[in-house]
């Protein structure tokens, strides 16, 4: 049941069976195609009357997918915070289990041939990812708070898909790792947002009148990121 073509790597459509599920639903999963996520019990013959009526709007996914340029297997990753470009190196392995090496800057990524690879390289690449942002993104915070003397509690950096950044009642920062594949500005425009919201919890005039008075170039940068930080963010750290 899966429908193939080739782009460079393979666009599919595939079912899981899922315990959890209470109804059938059908999600986009670029790159790497449309998943079918089916309650466990379901009949074959019922499921596949739900996909044959869905059939249009399944093959328009698929087709939404084939013509988007997805960077799946970047051969390097930029992080302009650190001003460096990592090379990665993937190395064909007939091993079951993955691993992602790193030698000085070089990520050297092991990998089987199947489909799930491409997810779990992924995966990989968003684990060095997450240590390389913790690092610069707390690096950020700490420098802003010192300069704007706004200490926080705690820091925490996570892989929300449509949030920049948070800040808790308990003075908690969350940011989003993506970040750090944001010029330094962007990312100092973020911190310096969140760190203000310690001491003015909504966006009231109070809040915009501290942020202007800690970063006077807050309202360019707010529209930058608005404008161009998500074709920034490579498609292996949004999967
Ligand atoms: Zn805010």
Redesign the pocket.
Known sequence: MTATEEVGFTVEFWRRESKKARSISIRSLPPYGVEIVVPKGLSHKFVTKIINQNEHYINQKLADIKNRNFDIKPSNIFLPATSKVFDVTYLESGAEVFSLKKTNETIILKEPKERVSLITNSKLLQQWLQIKAVSILEKAVETNSKKLNIPYNKIKIGSRKSIW???SYKKNINLNRNLVFLELSLIEYVVT??L??ILEM??SKQ?WSLLNESLPEYQKLKKQLKSDANSSIPSWALI
Request: some cysteine.
């Open positions: 950044g948070s800040c947002h969140e203000c919201h909504n966006h809040f």
